[in-house]
C-alpha cells in the first residue's frame, strides 16, 4: 500500500511530515523554485556556512506553524477563556470538519509565505515597481493558476485563505485593492508571519543561527510553543476590552519568549545588520539594476518570474565581473573579488536619538567631498522593543509582557546606520569623520553632539 | 522618508490627549490621527483602512514604533492594561523646535483631543467607522449612512450605528471650524 505520510529530515526539526496531496505543493514549481534562492542573499560571503535556502525554511515554517495551531486550539489550553472572548475560536473550529480546514490553511499558508520572493530574497526587492513587493507576488502565485489544482485537492474552495494567512494583515492591506483580514483569519495569520510568535520568525532565527554559527539565535523553542495560548487583549484603559482573542504566552514560558525576543536582537545586531552583509546587498542591487534594466518580468502569469532564481542572477554576475563593457561589471567585480566600499562612519543610537537625520546630513556632506558615485548608506532601524503580546499569570489574569518581565520592558532598539566608501578613499574618510564629527553629527536641541 | 513635523505633530496630538484626559493606548491614537489626517484638510501620509476595530494605518502603527524608537515617546504600562503613550521630554522638545503651537494645524489636534479624548474605544471603533462612511459619501442621508456603518461593521448593532453617526455629525463642525490649510 502507497504510504500516505512522507518525511523530510531537517536540520533544526529532525523529521518534518506531509501528506499525499500536501506533498505536491511541495513538488510545485513554486515551491520547487525555493530551492534555488539563498536565504540571507550573499551572507555566505561573510559567514560561508550560511548558503541555505527559503526552500527548507518553508518546510520548517509549516512544521512550527503546525505545532502552534495544535497546542493553541487543543480543547484543554482553550478552557481558561471568557465566553464573549472564546465565541471567535468556537465558531471557525467548533467542528473537526472545521478545525481540519484551517489546519490545513495555516499549514499551507505557512509553506507557501516565501512563494514570491526575488533572487537573493529582499536584496533585489527595490527593483519592484511601486506598489509591489514579493509579498504581493506570493498572493498571485498562490491564488494564480499555478497552484489552483493543487488547492482543489486539499479540498481549499478559496485559496486566498491561504494568502491571508501567508502575508498577514498588512501586507494584505497593501494589495491593489486592499484586502482586509477577517478577525479569524488576522489571528491564523499571527501563527505564521505574526511580530511577536509568527513561525517564520521562530524558524529563520533558529536556522540562521544554526548555518552562521552565531548560537545567540537560538532559544527554547519546545518550551516556548507548549506554553503559547490564546488570550484576551490587555484592555486599552477602563471599558476597553476586545472580544478578539491574541497570541500569548502562560507565565511559565515567558523565558522562553525573552530569550526569542533577544535571539532576535542578538541576530539583527551581529548578522541581519552587519555592515559587510549590508555592503553586498548594496552591491548587489547595482548588480541587478544593471542586469533588470527594464524591471523584473511581471507579464506572462509570472512565467518568467518563476524561471528567475539565484542561479541565473550568479552567472550572469561571475561573467559580468570579468567583462568590463558589461553594464553591471563594476558592482559584479566588487563583489567577485571582493573589492566592496567600506564603512567609514556607523551612527550611534544616542546619535540617532539627538537627530534623526543626522545620517542623511553626514551622507551629504560625504556625496559633496567625494562624488555620489563613491558613498552608499544603509539606514535601518528596527524597534525590537515594542512588540507586545499578553501573559497570563498564575492568577487567570492576562496583562501586558512588559509590565511582567524587565527583560522584555528594557529589550534593547536595533538601530544601525552605515556610510561606506569607495575603498580607495577608506582611510582619508576615516580621517575626515574623526576629526569633524562633532560638527557632522548635529544634536537638534543643542546644535552640535558632544 | 518621515519628517520631524510629521513627528512633532504626532507628539502633539498625543500631548493633548493626554492632557484631556485620554488612556491614549494606540487605538486613540490611531482614531485621532485618523480624524486629523480626514479633516485637517493637511495630508499626513497615512494610509488607513477599515480593519478589526475600525479604520487602521499600518504606516501610522509603525510610524508610533519609530517615534519609540527615538525616544520621543515611551510606554507606560499599569496592569491589567494595555500600555498608554506619553510625550518623553525629548519629544517635549521636538514639538517646540518644530513649533507646533503656532502651526495651522495646531487648532486641528486641540478639537480632535477635546472631542475624542474622553472615548472609550469602541466608541472610538463606531465614531471612526461613521467618519470613513461620510467619506464614501458626504451626501448620502444619515440613516443611510448608519445602515452602511453596521454593513461594513456587522457586531456593530443598528442602535450604536445610528447613535454614532448622530454623535459624529454633533461633532463634526467643530473639526470644520478648526480645519486648516495647511
Sequence with gaps: ?????????????????????????????????????????????????????????????????????????????????????RSLID???????????????VRMGALCHDVGHLPFSHGAEELLPEGISHETLTWKIITGPHMAELWRSLSIS????????????KEASRMNPPKILSPWEDLMAEIVVGNAFGADRMDYLLRDSLHTGVAYGKFDVDRLIKTLRFLPQPPEGEGGESDNPVIGVELGGLHAAESMLWARYFMFSQVYFHPVRKIYDLHLQEFMKAEFSRGIPLDDGLEQFLKLTDNEVLASLRKAAYDPLSPGHDP??????????KKFFELTFSERQSNPLALQEVAEAARTKWGKENIRVFDKDKSAGTVQFPVRRDDGKSIPAQAQSPAIKNL?????????????????????????????????????AS | MISLKQYAITLALTKKLRENDSWCGETHLQKSMFFLESLGNSSLGYNFILYKHGPYSFDFHDHLDELKTLGFIDLEYIPPYGPRYKVTGRGEGLIQEQQIDSDPLNDMIKATATCLAPKKVKELEQLGTALL??????????????????????????????KATQEFETILPCFQQHSCHA
Design chain 1, 1 to 85: 500500500m502507497a504510504k500516505t505520510t512522507h518525511e523530510f529530515r531537517d536540520a533544526i526539526h529532525s523529521f518534518i511530515t506531509c501528506s499525499t496531496d500536501e506533498r505536491k505543493v511541495i513538488n510545485s514549481r513554486p515551491m520547487q523554485r525555493l530551492r534555488h534562492i539563498h536565504h540571507l542573499a550573499m551572507t555566505y560571503l561573510l559567514y560561508p556556512g550560511a548558503t541555505h535556502r527559503r526552500f527548507e525554511h518553508s518546510l520548517g515554517v509549516m512544521h512550527l506553524a503546525t505545532r502552534m495551531f495544535d497546542t493553541l486550539t487543543d480543547p484543554e489550553n482553550l478552557r481558561h477563556l471568557d465566553s464573549n472572548v
Design chain 1, 91 to 105: 465558531e471557525h473550529i467548533g467542528s473537526d470538519r472545521q478545525k481540519n480546514h484551517w489546519k490545513t490553511v
Design chain 1, 158 to 169: 478559496e485559496p486566498e485563505e491561504i494568502a491571508k494567512v501567508a502575508v498577514g494583515a
Design chain 1, 332 to 341: 559584479a567585480r566588487r563583489i567577485e573579488k571582493r573589492e566592496h566600499f
Design chain 1, 412 to 448: 534593547p532598539v536595533v538601530t544601525t546606520g552605515y556610510i561606506f566608501i569607495n575603498p580607495q578613499s577608506h582611510m582619508e574618510a576615516r580621517k575626515w569623520i574623526a576629526e569633524n564629527r562633532g560638527s557632522l553629527v548635529k544634536d537638534l536641541n543643542q546644535g552640535e
Design chain 2, 133 to 162: 462612511v461620510w467619506k464614501e459619501d458626504q451626501t448620502a442621508p444619515s440613516e443611510a449612512r448608519a445602515q452602511r456603518l453596521t454593513i461594513l461593521k456587522p457586531h456593530i448593532t443598528p442602535e450604536d450605528a445610528t
